[in-house]
């Protein structure tokens, strides 16, 4: 079955280390992102990859760093500059090209920083 | 700037229609979304609307959108328990990077 995985569900890291969220599709999709969810709020962006071997700061990159070495995969790394880390974190992708294109979610990472 | 705002809170009884509602401040939208979102998972497209299209019915679905208020609404149909979740309108803006705008959620509760 096509779709795209999350891993860890569940990721708990002390205050002062990095920690690497994966997500991977077999969809065969040209671009992924990142949001992350807070209580009450809208997903936010944090990072985008149109397209292998490049990607785009979103609205809340700060402290956020990413990888888009395979087609099929986008890690995201949550480094200790990031202030307030603990939250929802939400992969999906998209087929390349333009006019209506679905972004397909990942099932989330719930990420807790102790 | 770019801005998409929803009700936090909606409850209906079971078997009762619902309409959560949406707006939103960029006119240059192309596409608008509602995305239905169960507790603990990711989130799942429920249906879409194209900026020149008033509405759009899937089944128990239907999209009403007003362009000139800027007021998107979705409209369920008989609700039933299984609808309860959080709903999300989102906006597509324009460019090549396909960016949504998310709402902040609307949580629907269905009661018995």
């Known amino acids: 079955d096509g779709g795209i995985t999350q891993s860890p569900k569940y990721l708990f890291r002390k205050e002062g280390q990095n920690v690497t969220l994966s997500c991977e599709q077999n969809?065969?999709?040209?671009?992924m992102y990142w949001y992350r969810q807070d209580p009450g709020q809208g997903l936010r962006l944090i990072y985008y990859s149109q397209i292998v071997n490049d990607f785009q700061k979103g609205d809340i990159a700060e402290g956020y760093s990413v990888s888009r070495e395979k087609k099929e995969s986008f890690p995201l790394t949550v480094t200790s500059a990031q202030k307030n880390p603990t939250a929802f974190y939400l992969c999906a992708s998209r087929i390349g090209g333009g006019s209506y294109n679905e972004q397909f979610f990942g099932p989330g990472t719930r990420l807790t920083v102790l | 700037g770019e801005d998409v705002e929803q009700s936090l809170f909606l409850s209906v009884r079971e078997g009762d229609s619902s309409v959560i509602n949406c707006t939103y401040t960029d006119s240059s939208s192309t596409y608008l979304y509602w995305y239905k979102q169960e507790p603990g998972a990711g989130l799942q497209l429920l249906t879409y609307i194209f900026s020149n299209m008033d509405m759009k019915q899937d089944q128990r679905l239907t999209v009403l959108l007003n362009k000139k208020d800027k007021h998107l609404s979705l409209r369920i149909a008989d609700t039933q328990t299984g609808d309860s979740a959080i709903y999300f309108c989102?906006?597509?803006?324009?460019?090549?990077?396909?960016?949504?705008?998310f709402g902040t959620g609307t949580l629907l509760a269905v009661q018995p």
């Open positions: 969809l065969n999709h040209d671009a």
């Open positions: 989102a906006e597509r803006v324009g460019g090549a990077t396909n960016k949504l705008i």
